[in-house]
């Protein structure tokens, strides 16, 4: 069963730092550019950092020069390092992957369970 799971939110206070993981397990044939999302309370989920498809990092307007995605291909992982945090970057953090589970399957979007980063003094 493929899974993704996130780790690392929290309770922070603003201008501080939080880094959260995702890791993709369990059988699937191939893994594309894995990226972050988020949703705030009464709001749609918002894009936030992603690799486009030339390999390069890129990122939502509301969290640049703050927020640095990075990857470990070999381990299926990418991580989120948030620094200077804001209270309006208080939202539950989705990894999103897209798989394919055998060779002749279609892509298809998977998602982690999220994780809450809470920021607020």
């Known amino acids: 069963q493929v899974q993704l799971v996130e780790s690392g939110g929290g309770l922070v206070q603003p201008g501080g730092s939080l880094r959260l993981s995702c890791v993709a397990s369990?059988?699937?044939?191939?893994?594309?550019?894995m990226g972050w999302f988020r949703q705030a309370p009464g709001k749609g989920r918002e894009l936030v950092a992603w690799f486009t498809s030339g390999g390069n990092p890129d990122y939502a307007d509301s969290v640049k020069g703050r927020f640095t995605i990075s990857r470990d291909n070999a381990k299926n992982s990418v991580y989120l390092q948030m620094n200077t945090l804001k209270p309006e970057d208080t939202a539950v953090y989705y990894c999103?992957?897209?798989?394919?589970?055998?060779?002749?399957?279609?892509?298809?979007?998977?998602w982690g369970q999220g994780t809450q980063v809470t920021v607020s003094s």
């Open positions: 369990g059988p699937f044939f191939s893994i594309g550019n």
């Open positions: 999103n992957a897209p798989l394919r589970l055998t060779s002749w399957s279609t892509w298809r979007d998977y």
